[in-house]
C-alpha cells in the first residue's frame, strides 16, 4: 500500500507560481509512475501531468506543457509539480495519483490516490 499526501497549495496571482508536493509512504514508491491530475468546480478531472519511476519520462497535457514541470525524488519519497505563469484557468482540486508500471494519462488507472490539495489563481 501507498499513501499519497499532497500539499503546496494555495492562492496566487495570475503570473505566479506553486510547486505542490507529494509525500508518499511505503518503500515501493520509487518503482511507480506517478500523475497529477486537477479538478475544476462543475468539471471533471483531467490529466496534467505523469512521470515514470526513474523520472526519465515525463508527459504533460497540452493546457500545462512549457508552464508546468513534473519531477520525483525517490531518496525522499516524494514528487512535485511546479506550475509557473499560472493562470485562473489552473484553478483547481490537484490530486496526486501513482501506480506500477507505465504512467497513465486515466486516472482510473492509478491504484493509490491522495485526498488532493485546492489551488486558485486570482485574475
Known amino acids: 500500500q501507498v499513501q499519497l499526501v499532497e500539499s503546496g497549495g494555495g492562492l496566487v496571482q495570475a503570473g505566479g507560481s506553486l510547486r505542490l508536493s507529494c509525500a508518499a509512504n511505503?518503500?515501493?514508491?520509487?518503482?511507480?509512475?506517478m500523475g497529477w491530475f486537477r479538478q475544476a468546480p462543475g468539471k471533471e478531472r483531467e490529466f496534467v501531468s505523469s512521470?515514470?519511476?526513474?523520472?526519465?519520462?515525463?508527459y504533460y497535457a497540452d493546457s500545462v506543457k512549457g508552464r508546468f514541470t513534473i519531477s520525483r525524488d525517490n531518496a525522499k519519497n516524494t514528487g512535485y509539480l511546479q506550475m509557473n505563469s499560472l493562470k485562473p484557468e489552473d484553478t483547481a482540486v490537484y490530486y496526486c495519483?501513482?501506480?506500477?508500471?507505465?504512467?497513465?494519462?486515466?486516472?482510473?488507472?492509478?491504484?493509490?490516490r491522495g485526498q488532493g490539495t485546492q489551488v486558485t489563481v486570482s485574475s
Open positions: 495519483t501513482a501506480r506500477p508500471g507505465y504512467p497513465s494519462s486515466y486516472y482510473s488507472d492509478y491504484d493509490f
Open positions: 512521470i515514470n519511476w526513474n523520472g526519465y519520462n515525463t
Open positions: 511505503g518503500r515501493t514508491f520509487s518503482s511507480y509512475s
